[in-house]
């Protein structure tokens, strides 16, 4: 079976290949140097020059004055320890930095390889942000050897970093194909329908569930097509497309701003390149 494209979306660590290493806790090198992922509220804090987009390496970067938070090692890219840090929200960019955003729908000029290490960032930060403490007995976890997870010290509950998984799809219909959109989205600019998995929920179940609850629609056909990680803060967005089986078009208005068929020679703006939004509409729309 042939690999589906969308492993080569941003934020999906296969689009790095063999470039990149992931690191575990357990050997995690003595010398903190490297390249150093700075992330600092959806941001990724790059140097300011001609050259492009490039990380900071070496040890710490001094021009932060002692503002960084406590390194992590993600692992190693093209020979080279990868450190991340955060930055709090709020504080000064030394001069010669400059952040550039990781969010795709507020326009990201980033290169996929840094979206992508900036996404790891993100997520491993918010797993050290929320994994603390136990969540069973409330004592102070510590990390386990050679993982990415944690032990309680206490009850020994194993605490490991949550995906949490949601669908994504595209309801065709001969040459047309449903598109919606959220309150807040730039002008005219239309997605597929998404949402959450529920407990119990296969994800088929819930692409029929989300597309009936949303826009009032019932699809059958239910195919997978492709997968990415979207460290927004930790989803894993599994995309799908579906057939029309009947209904009109009732919106969520809790949900969604608007919802309608669109034909294929008349899109709307899209998202950007980076989503598998995207990827689905271009690679799987109407009349495909």
Same mark, same amino acid.
């Given at each position: 079976?042939?690999?589906?494209?969308?492993?080569?979306?941003?934020?999906?660590? &296969?689009?790095?290949?063999?470039? %990149?290493?992931?690191?575990?806790?357990? &050997?995690?090198?003595s010398e903190v140097r490297g390249e150093w992922v700075l992330v600092q509220d959806q941001r990724l804090i790059?140097?300011?020059d001609d050259e492009g987009f490039r990380l900071p390496s070496g040890a710490a970067p001094a021009a932060f004055d002692g503002l960084l938070g406590e390194p992590f090692?993600?692992?190693?890219?093209?020979?080279?320890?990868?450190?991340?840090?955060?930055?709090?929200?709020?504080?000064?960019?030394?001069e010669g930095y400059r952040a550039?955003?990781?969010?795709?729908?507020?326009?990201?000029?980033l290169p996929d390889d840094l979206l992508s290490l900036g996404g790891m960032a993100m997520q491993a930060l918010w797993w050290e942000s929320t994994s603390g403490y136990c969540p069973r007995c409330g004592e102070r976890m510590e990390r386990l050897p050679g993982e990415?997870?944690?032990?309680?010290?206490?009850?020994?509950?194993?605490?490991?970093?949550?995906?949490?998984?949601?669908?994504?799809?595209?309801?065709?219909?001969?040459?047309?194909c449903l598109l919606a959109r959220k309150a807040g989205w730039a002008p005219n600019r239309y997605a597929l329908v998404a949402g959450f998995v529920d407990n119990g929920e296969s994800l088929e179940g819930a692409?029929?569930?989300?597309?009936?609850?949303?826009?009032?629609? &019932?699809?059958?056909?239910?195919?997978?097509?492709g997968?990415?990680?979207?460290? %927004?803060?930790?989803?894993?967005?599994?995309? %799908?497309?579906?057939?029309?089986?009947?209904?009109?078009?009732?919106?969520?208005?809790?949900?969604?701003?608007?919802?309608?068929?669109?034909?294929?020679?008349a899109l709307p703006d899209l998202p950007s390149r980076h989503s598998i939004s995207r990827f689905i509409i271009d690679h799987h729309g109407v009349g495909r």
């Open positions: 079976m042939a690999t589906p494209l969308s492993v080569l979306l941003p934020f999906n660590r &296969d689009c790095l290949g063999a470039d %990149f290493i992931p690191g575990k806790a357990g &050997d995690k090198p790059v140097l300011a090692w993600l692992g190693r890219r093209r020979g080279t320890e990868c450190w991340v840090a955060a930055l709090p929200k709020g504080a000064p960019i030394p550039e955003t990781l969010i795709p729908m507020q326009g990201a000029r990415w997870g944690k032990r309680c010290s206490r009850c020994r509950y194993e605490h490991y970093p949550h995906l949490h998984p949601a669908v994504i799809v595209l309801v065709r219909d001969g040459d047309r692409v029929a569930r989300e597309v009936k609850e949303e826009v009032g629609l &019932d699809v059958t056909d239910i195919r997978y097509v997968s990415q990680n979207w460290p %927004f803060p930790s989803q894993l967005m599994v995309g %799908f497309v579906a057939t029309y089986a009947g209904g009109d078009i009732a919106i969520d208005r809790e949900e969604l701003e608007d919802a309608r068929w669109f034909p294929r020679s």
